[in-house]
């Protein structure tokens, strides 16, 4: 079975570009999750999706960072103007049941490291 | 609120070595999950372990063993006779109400040959 995959693996560009991410969960996984992981720390989520609606957006900084994930599958997620504390892993997630819960796992794909000049 | 702490951030051993990788969580829930990540260079967090608030059983699998303890809201790891492979860093997560993953900060392995 394939993993979480991700585009691109590294990025650099410099602060007020735009940049966007990919990512394809594991076939059959409902629910998305889109993670920032800063150098030393633990990821932090930033948004979750059931299907293609989004369920936890609340550490969105929703003012330069969107995320979409049409047909329930896909996911883009997008930073319009970068910042330079956005330089960051960027992980995504997948796990597969209908309703997240306490109990499932969620699996995890290589990340995309973004850095900001 | 849910809080994960990893009180090590980073420990070096021999190869052959066991070492022991601390973990204390906070929660008011009476159902909770515990997870053990571990990311590797490369970058990708791989699932090691989940475990539920009512299953204290340690657990073995190959080096590696968990001990589960709800007294001390503790949930460490073992990494027994201790491989360059698996120098990486060791991540423990809390899934408690409201459904979010909240990870501690993580602890650096560095295994020497």
């Known amino acids: 079975e394939a993993g979480v995959a991700q585009s691109p693996r590294y990025k650099i560009i410099e602060k007020r570009q735009s940049v966007a991410f990919w990512c394809n969960p594991i076939s059959g996984h409902a629910t998305l999750y889109w993670y920032q992981q800063i150098l030393g720390q633990g990821p932090k989520l930033l948004i979750q999706f059931q299907n293609n609606g989004v369920v936890d957006d609340s550490q969105l900084p929703k003012d330069r960072f969107s995320a979409e994930r049409l047909k329930g599958v896909d996911s883009t997620l997008k930073i319009q103007p970068a910042k330079l504390e956005d330089s960051a892993v960027y992980l995504c997630?997948?796990?597969?049941?209908?309703?997240?819960?306490?109990?499932?796992?969620?699996?995890f794909g290589p990340g995309t490291r973004l850095t900001v000049l | 609120a849910q809080k994960v702490t990893q009180a090590q951030t980073e420990i070096s051993v021999v190869e052959k070595e066991d070492v022991t990788l601390d973990c204390v969580y906070e929660?008011?829930?009476?159902?909770?999950?515990l997870f053990w990540y571990k990311q590797p260079p490369s970058g990708e967090l791989v699932f090691l372990i989940r475990?539920?608030?009512?299953?204290?059983q340690n657990e073995i699998s190959g080096r590696y063993s968990w001990n589960f303890q709800k007294s001390t809201s503790s949930f460490n790891f073992t990494i027994t006779a201790s491989q360059v492979v698996d120098s990486a860093v060791y991540f423990c997560?809390?899934?408690?109400?409201?459904?979010?993953?909240?990870f501690g900060g993580g602890t650096r392995v560095l295994v020497k040959p």
């Open positions: 475990r539920n608030s009512f299953d204290e």
């Open positions: 929660t008011r829930d009476t159902t909770y999950y």
């Open positions: 997630a997948s796990s597969s049941v209908r309703m997240a819960t306490r109990a499932d796992t969620q699996y």
């Open positions: 997560a809390l899934k408690a109400a409201g459904n979010k993953l909240t």
